[in-house]
Each structure stands twice: as structure tokens, then as C-alpha cells.
């Protein structure tokens, strides 16, 4: 009963660096969802996909890219890490017709990505 | 502009103490969800509660409640009797979409609750 795994769970990068989080869900999802927490800003979506094949930018997407290969696989990449990109980030999925049930977005527990 | 403000920062109580936390929201479609997440100190999102905007009804559940007023635009949560494992940071959520899902956050409120 893994539900959304997110991969790696911890990372330090060097500015420039580049590096890829995995996220994973095996709940066959339809949408899925990355965001970022920085402290008194909440969560922040960085891009999603509402179904294999296809991403959309979120709120704020600047210096990320994704893809959606496979329906259960969500990647997120920085190219070229800044310092600016130290976070948590969260990934989650969702049912497309989640809205008639109760069953909320299903987050993994998080990915502490430092770049100095 | 913030979708989803919520004014309190941090708040400390003492055990067995009720704590009210504010969640003003802004948005112009009349079709809307809400929602509560809790963020305990080992970082995992855990989903509290859905509301729709249709469903003016307050709620309880156990020791929590939670009181939605469109006409204020508020959706206000109260932990009654807080208990030291209710410490953490609770976020409330907008979703204006119906179609993708996505959700606008609040800052989050930490709420620390002393023995």
C-alpha cells in the first residue's frame, strides 16, 4: 500500500547542478502534482499533469521542467539549481473525478532539496 | 494576490484549551472547495476536511470542527480540548477549478500545544 513515493527523500546540490525528483504513485491517478513549501508561504504548485503525456504550469514553474511518461511517474528537473530552490517538495496525485468523492489529493512525504 | 490568507502565524496554547484557527479566502467563482491539511513535525501532509461551496453546514468531527461563512468568506477550524499531539502546522486550501484540481494554499498556522 505504497500510495505516492517520492524519490529521493533528501538531496545537496551545488548551484548549477542539475538533478531529477521521481515521484510515483500506484493508486492509477489521473493527476498529478508538484509543489513546493517555504517557510510563510505554504505550498506553492510548481507544474501538473492531468494525464499521461501532458503538463501544465502552476503558479510558479521558472527554472523546473517535468514529464509525464507514464501514467504512474511524475519527474521533476532542475536544470541548473539555484540557492533559490532550497525547499520541500511535495508531490501528489489525484482521481480526475475526485470532486464527487471525499477522497482528498494524496501527497508523498516529501522530497528536502538544499542547494548551496 | 494571496487566495488564501490566514492571519495567524504561530499560536501557543495549553493542553485542554480550545484553539480557533482563521482561513479567509477570496476568489469570484460561486463554485469552490475548501480545504484543511495538517502538517505534524514529521512533515507529512494529512487531509483534514473537503468543502464544497454549496454546502454551508458546519462540521464536526470529534474534537474538531470547522465553521463556513460565505458571507465572510471564512472557513474557520477549532480543535476543542487541544492535546499535545494536535501541535503541528495547519494549512487551509482553495480550489477554484473543478477540472485540474489545483490547489492555492495558505501560509499555514503552527500551533504548539504545551503540556
Known amino acids: 500500500n505504497a500510495g505516492v513515493t517520492q524519490t529521493p527523500k533528501f538531496r545537496v546540490l551545488k548551484t548549477g547542478q542539475s538533478m531529477t525528483l521521481l515521484c510515483a504513485q500506484d493508486?492509477?491517478?489521473?493527476?498529478m502534482y508538484w509543489y513546493r513549501q517555504d517557510p510563510g508561504m505554504g505550498l506553492r504548485l510548481i507544474h501538473y499533469?492531468?494525464?499521461?503525456?501532458?503538463?501544465a504550469k502552476g503558479e510558479v514553474p521558472d527554472g523546473y521542467n517535468v514529464s509525464r511518461l507514464k501514467k504512474q511517474n511524475f519527474l521533476l528537473g532542475l536544470e541548473s539549481a539555484a540557492p533559490s530552490q532550497t525547499s520541500v517538495y511535495f508531490c501528489?496525485?489525484?482521481?480526475?473525478?475526485?470532486?464527487?468523492?471525499?477522497?482528498?489529493?494524496?501527497f508523498g512525504n516529501g522530497t528536502r532539496l538544499t542547494v548551496t | 494576490a494571496q487566495k488564501v490568507t490566514q492571519a495567524q502565524t504561530e499560536i501557543s496554547v495549553v493542553e485542554k484549551e480550545d484553539v480557533t484557527l482563521d482561513c479567509v479566502y477570496e476568489?469570484?467563482?460561486?463554485?469552490?472547495?475548501l480545504f484543511w491539511y495538517k502538517q505534524p513535525p514529521s512533515g507529512e501532509l494529512v487531509f483534514l476536511i473537503r468543502?464544497?461551496?454549496?454546502?454551508?453546514q458546519n462540521e464536526i468531527s470529534g474534537r474538531y470542527s470547522w465553521n463556513f461563512q460565505k458571507s465572510t468568506s471564512s472557513f474557520n477550524f477549532t480543535i476543542t480540548a487541544s492535546q499535545v499531539v494536535d501541535s503541528a502546522v495547519y494549512f487551509c486550501?482553495?480550489?477554484?477549478?473543478?477540472?485540474?484540481?489545483?490547489?492555492?494554499f495558505g501560509a499555514g498556522t503552527t500551533v504548539t500545544v504545551r503540556a
Open positions: 501528489a496525485s489525484s482521481y480526475r473525478l475526485e470532486w464527487i468523492a471525499d477522497s482528498p489529493l494524496h
Open positions: 493508486m492509477n491517478h489521473e493527476y
Open positions: 499533469s492531468v494525464g499521461e503525456g501532458t503538463t
Open positions: 476568489t469570484r467563482d460561486t463554485t469552490y472547495y
Open positions: 468543502r464544497n461551496s454549496f454546502d454551508e
Open positions: 486550501a482553495l480550489s477554484e477549478n473543478l477540472n485540474d484540481y489545483k490547489l492555492s
